[in-house]
C-alpha cells in the first residue's frame, strides 16, 4: 500500500509536516567530502528546493563534509561513533537521534554515510530516511558501485535515491539517473560522471518531497 508522505501511519516523530507549505528541515548525515551536501545545499539557498539544512552529522572528525558545512553556516556536529567499524554504537546512535530531533528535521538525507544505521534510528524517522547510491540499484550494492559495474562490464550505470531499510542499499527505490559507461572509462572518470549526476539527481528528489509528490509506504 502507498501513502502520501505527510501521512505516515505509526510515525513515532512529530517535527513537521511533509504536506504543509513549510520548508522542510533537512537533517544530512556524511563521513566524505561533502560534494552532496554543497549540491543540497545551494539548492536550498537559491530556492530549488523548499527547505533548509537544519545540521549536518559526521562520524569523521575531520570529514570535508563538516567542513563544507561550517563554510556555510550551517550547524555541524561530529558523532564519535564508538567501538564498531560498521556501524554506530548505541551511545553515538542515540546522539545522533538526539541532535536531528533537536534540529527538528523532518527529512534525513544520508550522502555517503559509512556505517549501517540500524533498527532504533531507522524507528525514530520512520520514512525519512533517504539515501543517494552510486549504481542502478539493485545492481551493485555495497561498497566502490562504480568499480563493480565497471569490472562487469555493464554499459550502463547511475545513481540511485532510495528510501534507508535494515538492508544494505536495499530500500525501496525513489529517484534513478542512467550514466552510459565508456569503453575507455577508468574507475575515476565514471565516478566523476555518476557523481555529477548524483548533484542533479538528489536536490531534484528532494524538491520533489519538499513538494508532496513521493510516496511512501510498501512496495
Ligand atoms: C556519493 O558518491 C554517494 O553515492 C556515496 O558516497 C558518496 C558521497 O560523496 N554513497 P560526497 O561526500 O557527497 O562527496
Given at each position: 500500500?502507498?501513502?502520501?508522505?505527510?501521512?505516515?501511519?505509526?510515525?513515532?516523530?512529530?517535527?513537521?509536516?511533509?504536506?504543509?507549505?513549510?520548508?522542510?528541515?533537512?537533517?544530512?548525515?556524511?563521513?566524505?567530502?561533502?560534494?552532496?551536501?554543497?549540491?543540497?545545499?545551494?539548492?536550498?539557498?537559491?530556492?530549488?528546493?523548499?527547505?533548509?539544512?537544519?545540521?549536518?552529522?559526521?562520524?569523521?572528525?575531520?570529514?570535508?563534509?563538516?567542513?563544507?558545512?561550517?563554510?556555510?553556516?550551517?550547524?555541524?556536529?561530529?558523532?564519535?561513533?564508538?567501538?564498531?567499524?560498521?556501524?554506530?554504537?548505541?551511545?553515538?546512535?542515540?546522539?545522533?537521534?538526539?541532535?536531528?530531533?533537536?534540529?527538528?528535521?523532518d527529512l534525513v538525507a544520508l550522502?555517503?554515510?559509512?556505517?549501517?544505521?540500524?533498527?532504533?534510528?531507522?524507528?525514530?524517522?520512520?520514512?525519512?530516511?533517504?539515501?543517494?547510491?552510486?549504481?542502478?540499484?539493485?545492481?551493485?550494492?555495497?561498497?566502490?558501485?562504480?568499480?563493480?559495474?565497471?569490472?562487469?562490464?555493464?554499459?550502463?550505470?547511475?545513481?540511485?535515491i532510495h528510501f534507508v531499510d535494515?538492508?544494505?542499499?536495499?530500500?525501496?527505490?525513489?529517484?534513478?539517473?542512467?550514466?552510459?559507461?565508456?569503453?575507455d572509462d577508468t574507475p575515476q572518470?565514471?565516478?566523476?560522471?555518476?557523481?555529477?549526476?548524483?548533484?542533479?539527481?538528489?536536490?531534484?528528489?528532494?524538491?520533489?518531497?519538499?513538494?508532496?509528490?513521493?510516496?511512501?509506504?510498501?512496495?
Amino acid at each position: 500500500m502507498i501513502f502520501p508522505l505527510g501521512r505516515p501511519p505509526g510515525l513515532c516523530y512529530q517535527a513537521g509536516d511533509l504536506t504543509s507549505d513549510k520548508p522542510l528541515r533537512i537533517g544530512v548525515l556524511g563521513s566524505g567530502k561533502g560534494s552532496n551536501l554543497v549540491a543540497l545545499a545551494d539548492a536550498c539557498e537559491s530556492g530549488a528546493i523548499n527547505a533548509s539544512i537544519a545540521i549536518v552529522l559526521s562520524d569523521v572528525e575531520d570529514a570535508g563534509i563538516l567542513k563544507q558545512a561550517a563554510q556555510r553556516g550551517l550547524a555541524e556536529r561530529f558523532v564519535a561513533p564508538g567501538k564498531f567499524r560498521t556501524k554506530l554504537d548505541e551511545t553515538a546512535e542515540a546522539a545522533c537521534i538526539d541532535a536531528l530531533t533537536e534540529a527538528e528535521v523532518d527529512l534525513v538525507a544520508l550522502t555517503g554515510f559509512m556505517r549501517i544505521l540500524k533498527g532504533d534510528f531507522l524507528r525514530a524517522f520512520e520514512n525519512r530516511v533517504i539515501n543517494i547510491h552510486p549504481s542502478l540499484l539493485p545492481s551493485f550494492p555495497g561498497l566502490e558501485a562504480w568499480k563493480q559495474a565497471l569490472d562487469y562490464g555493464v554499459k550502463v550505470t547511475g545513481c540511485t535515491i532510495h528510501f534507508v531499510d535494515q538492508g544494505i542499499d536495499t530500500g525501496r527505490i525513489i529517484a534513478q539517473k542512467p550514466i552510459d559507461v565508456k569503453i575507455d572509462d577508468t574507475p575515476q572518470s565514471l565516478h566523476d560522471r555518476i557523481q555529477a549526476a548524483e548533484h542533479e539527481l538528489y536536490p531534484a528528489t528532494v524538491a520533489r518531497i519538499a513538494r508532496g509528490e513521493v510516496a511512501f509506504g510498501g512496495f
